[in-house]
């Protein structure tokens, strides 16, 4: 049987953080098999690593939150920084964990690390389930190689993220803290586990055929239009408004979006950057992406209210629960730094509702720059401005 515990701690001294953090974690846990941890971009994040594993020797994997993490007790941040770990304790669970950090070939090392998750789960078999985080730059391929070693085996997970989107986050996996590449839990269980994975937004008229990209996540032009000139046509604004960062502000209530081939997932693409000077990778007007896309394929506006946003949030939960046969025994929960960011100084009715929907079951929510999982019959991908809300049954 599964059981969890979340410890968290906003210390200022980041090794006291990481060794509280681990001990109310670890508190009555008798087969500690993953400890997933979130921290700050303020914390001197090797010095919290270390704290933690001065307390246990658990496999332990995360990165860094965007400006906070939320568990029942709260919305936990401070200017000094914060901690938190979810542990999951079950006797019959393997997990293998493996990371690497990134190089010349994201594909090559997405295979190397599940290779090293395989070993070190110590079997020769595909997982069930599978966790994974990365910096968020080269999902696509991390996933892909994964892919090429286990199949389509359902994953979660989301990127690491700081403050500022200024490159600043973290990954952790066990002693090893970098800052670009990938990480893997690979999870041998026998228990439930489920995902719900959504952007939770509405469809609009607003639709047209992607007609240019280039290097996978810059969107040139839409119907043979300047993507940006496009896209401000479609949310009745002047692109001028919508050059550098602005847009990235402008598009959490009204981004893109492209359905995968069944129709039962529409993965959400974030406007991230409006490109207002041609150089020698980008063109003027056109738009930065923080997921990749393809010519030839079918992008809509999307939108929805911060109301809607919020609510998403407890709409969700309630639907992963939903999914298992047996009670959850946890959750852990990616929600998108972006939405956190478009919701403001409300999220703390996003608290409100996370904990009314877990009914006392121990969550962690982090806050990402991508978002990873599938839906229905869909394939793993990795988006923004999504939820990726997982659940792990008792039995």
Not at 168 to 187: L, Y
Not at 300 to 323: H, P, Y
Request: proline share 3%; aromatic share 8%; net charge negative.
């Amino acid at each position: 049987m599964l059981r969890s515990k979340v410890g968290s701690s906003i210390n200022a001294d980041s090794y006291i953080a990481g060794e509280e953090t681990a001990k109310i974690a670890t508190e009555g846990i008798e087969y500690g098999k993953l400890g997933m941890l979130y921290t700050s971009v303020k914390n001197d994040i090797k010095e919290l690593v270390k704290g933690v594993r001065s307390v246990t020797d658990m496999p332990v994997i995360g990165c860094t939150s965007s400006g906070a993490i939320m568990t029942p007790e709260g919305i936990i941040t401070s200017e000094q920084g914060f901690a938190g770990m979810l542990t999951l304790d079950d006797p019959d669970m393997i997990v293998g964990v493996a990371c690497h950090e990134a190089g010349k070939d994201a594909r090559a090392i997405g295979r190397k690390v599940a290779i090293e998750a395989v070993e070190n789960a110590r079997t020769t078999r595909a997982p069930g389930y599978f966790y994974m985080v990365a910096s968020p730059k080269e999902e696509e391929e991390y996933l892909m190689g994964i892919q090429d070693v286990i199949g389509r085996v359902p994953m979660f997970g989301g990127s690491a993220a700081d403050d500022t989107v200024e490159g600043e986050w973290k990954i952790f996996c066990n002693d090893k803290v970098f800052s670009d590449g990938v990480a893997v839990a690979f999870f041998y269980t026998d228990n439930e586990i489920a995902t719900s994975y959504t952007g939770a937004y509405n469809e609009t008229k607003n639709i047209g055929i992607i007609t240019e990209v280039k290097d996978n996540r810059t969107l040139v032009s839409i119907d043979g239009i300047s993507a940006l000139k496009k896209y401000a046509q479609w949310i009745n604004e002047k692109p001028d408004n919508l050059k550098g960062q602005n847009l990235l502000v402008a598009s959490i209530t009204k981004p893109l979006g492209v359905k995968d081939p069944l129709g039962n997932l529409t993965v959400i693409r974030h406007p991230m950057f409006g490109n207002d000077m041609g150089t020698k990778t980008t063109a003027d007007d056109t738009i930065t992406l923080g997921n990749k896309v393809v010519p030839g394929t079918a992008i809509i506006q999307l939108e929805a209210t911060v109301e809607e946003l919020i609510n998403s949030t407890g709409a969700t939960l309630n639907d992963v629960r939903k999914k298992l046969y047996t009670e959850p025994a946890a959750y852990f929960l990616v929600h998108c730094g972006g939405r956190k960011l478009g919701i403001g100084d409300r999220i703390e009715e996003v608290h409100k509702q996370l904990v009314k929907e877990a009914k006392g079951v121990p969550f962690i929510t982090i806050f990402t720059f991508g978002e990873y999982g599938y839906d229905e019959h869909s394939s793993n991908i990795c988006g923004g401005l999504m939820l990726s809300f997982t659940a792990f049954g008792k039995n």
